[in-house]
């Protein structure tokens, strides 16, 4: 587990829920955007924050360890704690029961969530597409679709994880049983290959930078990959936003303007992304996680080929809450999705109120 205490300073936060879309650190780090105690009116009511991610070494996830290495925490006011969990949905379990302050994690959980009798809300989101691939293992070269897998061990980060969402998905889109898939929790990153490759498990769903170093060393054939735009809408049939900063509705209402503080380091870190190289990026990151292998220029290379993933303001595309809704209730027709309210599982006022 990656660990990092940083401290900074915070905005005021706008409860209000929007019901449309439209609504160690570098000692060098660029300055953020201006603001803070004193534009906002007081310092975060939480400044010691606790942050759960499921797989921090994980692209999709860079935002988060990035502000971190930036200082941008810091100049918010806020002291962060980043707990490495094996997956998504163990992150968000840890936050449910209060093990952690917020989430670094997929915006799907809001929607499923709410069907459980809990609010959560998306309040900066960090990825326009989920960068999930899937592989068919290199004992199955004959498998092309999901319909050769069905049969077959496909691993997972965890139980309940967009990767396993991805999975129930593409089985009821190709006429399959969602309940039927035999999914094996492996987690990310070194271990999900190294189950990959050693016949743990048949196919694997995961991310970069694991997608590359499985293609490149010939251990998978890609099925279904949307680390792009065009395969995001081929597999899930549209917009399909991802990770990002998620909280409990109870913890935004009493917390404002520490919540306004964590949309400034999201909107803050990605504009570091769009403004910086993926050379000068890799450099800010800890090669233990994200190049175990020492390898920065290759990691590099595959950030740069990813780098269009991420939003470039931190609001939720408009499309993305209704298409992400609608795969879910294809994948799940046991849960009850009628009352879902998509307004209360996000905002863009914190990333709105940014300047």
Same mark, same amino acid.
């Given at each position: 587990?990656? @660990?990092?205490?940083?401290?900074?300073?915070?905005?005021?936060?706008?409860?209000?829920?929007?019901?449309?879309?439209?609504?160690?650190?570098?000692? %060098?780090?660029?300055?953020?955007?201006?603001?803070?105690?004193?534009?906002?009116?007081?310092?975060?009511?939480?400044?010691?924050?606790?942050?759960?991610?499921?797989?921090?070494?994980? &692209? &999709?996830?860079?935002?988060?360890?990035?502000?971190?290495?930036?200082?941008?925490?810091?100049?918010?006011?806020?002291?962060?704690?980043?707990?490495?969990?094996?997956?998504?949905?163990?992150?968000?379990?840890?936050?449910?029961?209060?093990?952690?302050?917020?989430?670094?994690?997929?915006?799907?959980?809001?929607? @499923?969530?709410?069907?459980?009798?809990?609010?959560?809300?998306?309040?900066?989101?960090?990825?326009?597409?989920?960068?999930?691939?899937?592989?068919?293992?290199?004992?199955?070269?004959?498998?092309?679709?999901?319909?050769?897998?069905?049969?077959?061990?496909?691993?997972?980060?965890?139980?309940?994880?967009?990767?396993?969402?991805?999975?129930?998905?593409?089985?009821?889109?190709?006429?399959?049983?969602?309940?039927?898939?035999?999914?094996?929790?492996?987690?990310?990153?070194?271990?999900? &290959?190294?189950?990959?490759?050693?016949?743990?498990?048949?196919?694997?769903? %995961?991310?970069?930078?694991?997608?590359?170093?499985?293609?490149?060393?010939?251990?998978?054939?890609?099925?279904?990959?949307?680390?792009?735009?065009?395969?995001?809408?081929?597999?899930?049939?549209?917009?399909?936003?991802?990770?990002?900063?998620?909280?409990?509705?109870?913890?935004?209402?009493?917390?404002? @303007? %520490?919540?306004?503080?964590?949309?400034?380091?999201?909107?803050?870190?990605?504009?570091?992304?769009?403004?910086?190289?993926?050379?000068?990026?890799?450099?800010?990151?800890?090669?233990?996680?994200?190049?175990?292998?020492?390898?920065?220029?290759?990691?590099?290379?595959?950030?740069?080929?990813?780098?269009?993933?991420?939003?470039?303001?931190?609001?939720?595309?408009?499309?993305?809450?209704?298409?992400?809704?609608?795969?879910?209730?294809?994948?799940?027709?046991?849960?009850?999705?009628?009352?879902?309210?998509?307004?209360?599982?996000?905002?863009?006022?914190?990333?709105?109120?940014?300047?």
């Amino acid at each position: 587990m990656y @660990r990092s205490t940083v401290l900074s300073m915070a905005l005021v936060f706008v409860t209000a829920c929007s019901s449309a879309a439209t609504n160690p650190p570098s000692a %060098t780090a660029p300055a953020a955007s201006s603001g803070g105690a004193a534009a906002s009116g007081g310092a975060p009511e939480k400044s010691a924050l606790k942050i759960g991610v499921g797989g921090q070494g994980q &692209i &999709i996830y860079m935002p988060l360890t990035l502000a971190d290495q930036l200082g941008y925490f810091k100049q918010e006011g806020l002291s962060v704690e980043i707990q490495d969990l094996k997956g998504g949905a163990d992150a968000l379990t840890a936050m449910i029961g209060g093990s952690t302050d917020a989430t670094m994690g997929f915006y799907e959980h809001t929607i @499923r969530t709410q069907t459980q009798g809990k609010l959560i809300q998306m309040i900066a989101t960090c990825d326009l597409y989920p960068g999930l691939v899937m592989f068919a293992g290199k004992s199955h070269p004959e498998a092309k679709t999901i319909k050769d897998l069905a049969n077959l061990k496909i691993g997972i980060t965890s139980a309940g994880s967009s990767t396993e969402e991805m999975v129930k998905f593409l089985f009821k889109k190709n006429g399959l049983d969602p309940a039927a898939a035999q999914t094996v929790a492996v987690g990310s990153g070194g271990p999900a &290959i190294t189950a990959l490759k050693n016949g743990v498990v048949d196919a694997l769903v %995961t991310v970069e930078p694991a997608a590359s170093t499985i293609e490149k060393n010939s251990d998978g054939n890609v099925l279904y990959d949307t680390r792009t735009e065009q395969g995001t809408r081929d597999v899930f049939g549209g917009a399909w936003p991802a990770g990002g900063f998620y909280v409990p509705v109870d913890f935004v209402q009493q917390n404002p @303007r %520490t919540a306004q503080a964590l949309a400034r380091v999201a909107v803050d870190t990605l504009k570091y992304i769009k403004d910086h190289s993926p050379e000068d990026i890799a450099a800010k990151l800890p090669g233990q996680l994200f190049y175990p292998d020492g390898d920065q220029a290759a990691f590099a290379q595959v950030l740069g080929a990813n780098q269009k993933m991420f939003s470039q303001d931190g609001k939720m595309p408009s499309d993305g809450p209704t298409n992400v809704l609608e795969t879910l209730k294809a994948a799940d027709t046991q849960t009850d999705w009628s009352k879902v309210d998509l307004s209360k599982t996000f905002t863009n006022s914190f990333v709105e109120a940014v300047k």
